[in-house]
């Protein structure tokens, strides 16, 4: 239900209805100084309307009654009187006595012209006039007149710090200096429409076609705009707008991008770590298959290995190189669905080293580093690599089977706090077993690690006991299915690979024949039953686990080899550098997919798909920034954490998410009379929106100047 007031009350309004009580009707309706909400009592508005009504004088008053009871879903009621004098009570009651039909349940709308009513319904229904009653008519309503005063509320959320970050950045600059001069027949540059797409992905992600509607509540201000220039985020101009970032120089924007970002937040290049995931994509896209657009270079859609484990679904390659102070991500590319990861670390490390300046960056990177093109590229440039050895490779085996026959010397190199656990130790050895290139091999061993390593044979030996036991009760079941050795060993196997102990566990297949004798059919002539004689085999199943290749692997729990040519690391600067910042990428990932929604893209051209990926790479980065702002600044400052987490509980290492989550309903308010504005009411700010103001080096004034 709402009520409308177009101006203050002037006389007090006078209704009544014969034979009815002024409070059983009204009450929902006024108290002592005016109306009072509520529901309406009996059948509401459209009950009164059903019979004779005597109207006063009112002072120019509107009542707008929506969803009253007893009327139609979506349709209204309202009641307006204007007038400087009294009305003639009497005559205009009697005029609505002669002239007032049964509305039923239709709504209508009462409105007075002078000193002449009017009943204008929705739909097929009766029209009442002073002395004419029209029935089934339709007839030209009147607009409503503004009111004089009128209060404007939107939105700033977030905004202000995202802007905070995106002019330091300097983007809108970089993007101008890349792209075509602006047409004088677009009503807004096609700049301003990247930042405003890079603003929504980074606040909240809409669909492109939705990003008007998304944009209308917003200040315009805090999105770069004028109030004029709102209309003008149609999809359409969306669209164009990334089909010119993608015919520019994207390689020379990301390149001028990421030094400014350098210099402007100081950050450390000297360690480097790179993944890559896979960004999976519904439909066929036959179009995005490699091909050359307009003389440049697209990915192709493609099916490839899922790293989303959806490998009914065409995906791209994404790649990402990210810094180790603050895990903001430095570099990226976009390659076809089906590349294999191993084959992308040379070309990538070339970029790198020209984008840092200098090859001896450490650059750190999971298994598929380790192949000998890749490696001996590095090392051969004067670069330096970390990653892990692969266990199929054989320095692996020899080790592990070495292990049997020596006592090694771990030696402690340091220690992981753990909440609500032991610490957890952890201890390196230089490897006896030599390198196949002549790198250096280190060895780790880790307690915790070793206990789920442990616990994780345990399960497997379990699980492959309980389904060998199933096997045995179907081999011994008097409806046996199989008849040969042959298929009971492959059935065997199957549950061993499946479960991954064909190492730990012996079996041996015993089998004998039984002679079973059946009855044939029985003949009238012949009444002596005749038997027939059949051979079955019957199959018995025993295993045993090898307790020798149990104890041996048992010897090897915990360890972890990596390969390096970093001589001049300790052990535990390597264990650090990644275990502690590699597992920082899987999170950008996450935030690529679930936070950011890139997945999935709501585009059909490759080359909007393309330009889109890398305005998701920006805002990966903004959100990277501002978490290594905030978390630097808190602990400089001594805090040790933040209420950010439902019902205030304690966040110690905040997230962009939880942060924007803070600002997300702040509003700014301001009253108009007559369409000029009159006040400006800026959002009154919390403790915690100024402690996080204040953590992220912006004064308050800088937020609340949006509103202005």
Same mark, same amino acid.
């Given at each position: 239900?709402?009520?409308?007031?177009?101006?203050?009350?002037?006389?007090?309004?006078?209704?009544?209805?014969?034979?009815?009580?002024?409070?059983?009707?009204?009450?929902?309706?006024?108290?002592?100084?005016?109306?009072?909400?509520? =529901?309406? %009592?009996?059948?509401?508005?459209?009950?009164? +309307?059903?019979?004779?009504? &005597?109207?006063?004088?009112?002072?120019? #008053?509107?009542?707008?009654?929506?969803?009253?009871?007893?009327?139609?879903?979506?349709?209204?009621?309202?009641?307006? &009187?204007?007038?400087?004098?009294?009305?003639?009570?009497?005559?205009?009651?009697?005029?609505?006595?002669?002239?007032?039909?049964?509305?039923?349940?239709?709504?209508?709308?009462?409105?007075?012209?002078?000193?002449?009513?009017?009943?204008?319904?929705?739909?097929?229904?009766?029209?009442?006039?002073?002395?004419?009653?029209?029935? @089934?008519?339709?007839?030209?309503?009147?607009?409503?007149?503004?009111?004089?005063?009128? +209060?404007?509320?939107?939105?700033?959320?977030?905004?202000?710090?995202?802007?905070?970050?995106?002019?330091?950045?300097?983007? /809108?600059?970089?993007?101008?200096?890349?792209?075509?001069?602006?047409?004088?027949?677009?009503?807004?540059?096609?700049?301003?429409?990247?930042?405003?797409?890079?603003?929504?992905?980074?606040?909240?992600?809409?669909?492109?076609?939705?990003?008007?509607?998304?944009?209308?509540?917003?200040?315009?201000?805090?999105?770069?705009?004028?109030?004029?220039?709102?209309?003008?985020? @149609?999809?359409?101009?969306?669209?164009?707008?990334?089909?010119?970032?993608?015919?520019?120089?994207?390689?020379?924007?990301?390149? =001028?991008?990421?030094?400014? +970002?350098? $210099?402007?937040?100081?950050?450390?290049?000297?360690?480097?770590?790179?993944?890559?995931?896979?960004?999976?994509?519904?439909?066929?896209? !036959?179009? %995005?298959?490699?091909?050359?657009? =307009?003389?440049?270079?697209?990915?192709?859609?493609?099916?490839?290995?899922?790293?989303? *484990?959806?490998?009914?679904?065409?995906?791209?390659?994404?790649?990402?190189?990210?810094?180790?102070?603050?895990?903001?991500?430095?570099?990226?590319?976009?390659?076809?669905?089906? #590349?294999?990861?191993?084959?992308?670390?040379?070309?990538?490390?070339?970029?790198?080293?020209?984008?840092?300046?200098?090859?001896?960056?450490?650059?750190?990177?999971?298994?598929?580093?380790?192949?000998? =093109?890749?490696?001996? *590229?590095?090392?051969?440039?004067?670069?330096?690599?970390?990653?892990?050895?692969?266990?199929?490779?054989?320095?692996?085996?020899?080790?592990?089977?070495?292990?049997?026959?020596?006592?090694?010397?771990?030696?402690?190199?340091?220690?992981?706090?753990?909440?609500?656990?032991?610490?957890?130790?952890?201890?390196?050895?230089?490897?006896?077993?030599?390198?196949? *290139?002549?790198?250096?091999?280190?060895?780790? !061993?880790?307690?915790?690690?070793?206990?789920?390593?442990?616990?994780?044979?345990?399960?497997?030996?379990?699980?492959?006991?309980?389904?060998?036991?199933?096997?045995?009760?179907?081999?011994?079941?008097?409806?046996?299915?199989?008849?040969?050795?042959?298929?009971?060993?492959?059935?065997?196997?199957?549950?061993?690979?499946?479960?991954?102990?064909? $190492?730990?566990?012996?079996?041996?297949?015993?089998?004998?024949?039984?002679?079973?004798?059946?009855?044939?059919?029985?003949?009238?002539?012949?009444?002596?039953?005749?038997?027939?004689?059949?051979?079955?085999?019957?199959?018995?199943?025993?295993?045993?686990?090898?307790?020798?290749?149990?104890? %041996?692997?048992?010897?090897?729990?915990?360890?972890?080899?990596?390969?390096?040519?970093?001589?001049?690391?300790?052990?535990?600067?390597?264990?650090?550098?990644?275990?502690?910042?590699?597992?920082?990428? /899987?999170?950008?990932?996450?935030?690529?997919?679930?936070?950011?929604?890139?997945?999935?893209?709501?585009?059909?051209?490759?080359?909007?798909?393309?330009?889109?990926?890398?305005?998701?790479?920006? %805002?990966?980065?903004?959100?990277?920034?501002?978490?290594?702002?905030?978390?630097?600044?808190?602990?400089?400052?001594?805090?040790?954490?933040?209420?950010?987490?439902? /019902?205030?509980?304690?966040?110690?290492?905040?997230?962009?998410?939880?942060?924007?989550?803070?600002?997300?309903?702040?509003?700014?308010?301001?009253?108009?009379?007559?369409?000029?504005?009159?006040?400006?009411?800026?959002?009154?700010?919390?403790?915690?929106?100024?402690?996080? +103001?204040?953590?992220?080096?912006?004064?308050?004034?800088?937020?609340?100047?949006?509103?202005?």
């Amino acid at each position: 239900m709402k009520y409308e007031f177009e101006s203050p009350l002037g006389d007090e309004i006078d209704l009544l209805e014969k034979g009815l009580d002024l409070a059983t009707v009204f009450d929902p309706f006024f108290d002592d100084v005016g109306f009072l909400g509520g =529901e309406l %009592a009996g059948d509401g508005f459209l009950f009164l +309307l059903r019979r004779p009504v &005597g109207i006063g004088t009112v002072a120019s #008053v509107g009542i707008s009654v929506t969803g009253a009871l007893g009327a139609p879903a979506g349709q209204s009621a309202s009641l307006q &009187g204007s007038g400087p004098g009294k009305a003639d009570g009497g005559n205009l009651l009697g005029q609505l006595a002669s002239a007032l039909l049964t509305l039923g349940q239709s709504a209508g709308k009462i409105r007075p012209v002078g000193h002449h009513l009017f009943i204008i319904p929705f739909g097929c229904c009766h029209f009442v006039i002073p002395t004419v009653v029209y029935s @089934n008519t339709v007839m030209e309503s009147h607009p409503t007149p503004q009111p004089d005063f009128q +209060l404007v509320s939107r939105y700033l959320g977030a905004l202000p710090l995202v802007n905070h970050f995106l002019q330091r950045l300097r983007l /809108e600059p970089l993007l101008s200096a890349q792209l075509t001069p602006p047409d004088r027949r677009c009503k807004i540059s096609t700049t301003k429409v990247l930042l405003v797409l890079l603003r929504n992905l980074v606040v909240c992600r809409t669909p492109l076609y939705s990003l008007s509607q998304w944009a209308a509540p917003w200040t315009p201000e805090v999105l770069g705009l004028k109030s004029d220039q709102l209309g003008a985020l @149609n999809d359409d101009r969306l669209g164009r707008a990334l089909d010119e970032l993608f015919h520019s120089d994207r390689q020379m924007l990301l390149s =001028e991008f990421v030094l400014h +970002l350098v $210099r402007e937040f100081r950050v450390d290049l000297g360690q480097l770590h790179n993944d890559s995931t896979s960004l999976s994509f519904q439909g066929q896209y !036959r179009q %995005a298959d490699g091909r050359r657009v =307009e003389g440049l270079e697209t990915p192709a859609i493609t099916f490839g290995y899922s790293k989303d *484990h959806r490998p009914d679904l065409k995906q791209l390659l994404w790649i990402l190189t990210m810094s180790s102070d603050g895990a903001v991500p430095i570099s990226f590319k976009v390659s076809d669905g089906n #590349v294999e990861d191993s084959t992308t670390h040379r070309e990538n490390w070339d970029l790198l080293r020209q984008l840092v300046g200098r090859p001896d960056f450490l650059y750190v990177a999971d298994s598929k580093l380790c192949t000998t =093109e890749a490696l001996t *590229h590095v090392d051969r440039h004067a670069g330096r690599f970390l990653t892990p050895l692969p266990q199929f490779r054989k320095e692996d085996g020899r080790f592990r089977r070495w292990l049997v026959t020596h006592q090694p010397d771990w030696q402690e190199v340091g220690r992981r706090q753990q909440l609500g656990r032991d610490d957890e130790i952890i201890e390196s050895l230089e490897s006896p077993i030599a390198e196949v *290139h002549g790198f250096r091999l280190v060895w780790f !061993r880790s307690s915790e690690k070793r206990q789920r390593d442990g616990e994780k044979r345990q399960q497997a030996l379990d699980r492959a006991q309980m389904l060998l036991d199933q096997l045995q009760v179907r081999l011994q079941g008097p409806r046996c299915r199989f008849k040969h050795r042959k298929t009971v060993a492959k059935a065997v196997d199957q549950i061993l690979q499946n479960t991954g102990t064909s $190492r730990w566990i012996d079996y041996q297949i015993e089998w004998k024949n039984e002679v079973i004798f059946r009855q044939k059919k029985r003949h009238t002539q012949n009444p002596i039953p005749r038997l027939r004689r059949s051979v079955r085999s019957r199959f018995r199943l025993d295993w045993q686990p090898r307790l020798s290749e149990i104890r %041996a692997d048992a010897q090897a729990d915990g360890i972890s080899p990596f390969v390096t040519n970093a001589y001049d690391l300790s052990p535990w600067e390597i264990y650090q550098a990644y275990h502690r910042h590699q597992p920082q990428l /899987e999170k950008r990932h996450d935030l690529l997919k679930n936070t950011l929604q890139i997945p999935p893209a709501y585009l059909h051209s490759i080359r909007r798909i393309d330009a889109f990926l890398f305005l998701a790479y920006l %805002a990966l980065t903004v959100y990277a920034l501002v978490e290594r702002e905030l978390r630097r600044n808190m602990a400089q400052r001594a805090v040790a954490q933040l209420p950010l987490y439902p /019902e205030g509980r304690p966040c110690r290492a905040p997230t962009a998410r939880r942060l924007f989550a803070v600002f997300r309903h702040l509003q700014n308010h301001t009253l108009f009379k007559r369409g000029k504005p009159m006040q400006s009411f800026p959002p009154e700010l919390t403790s915690l929106q100024l402690e996080l +103001l204040d953590l992220l080096d912006i004064q308050k004034s800088r937020y609340l100047s949006c509103h202005q």
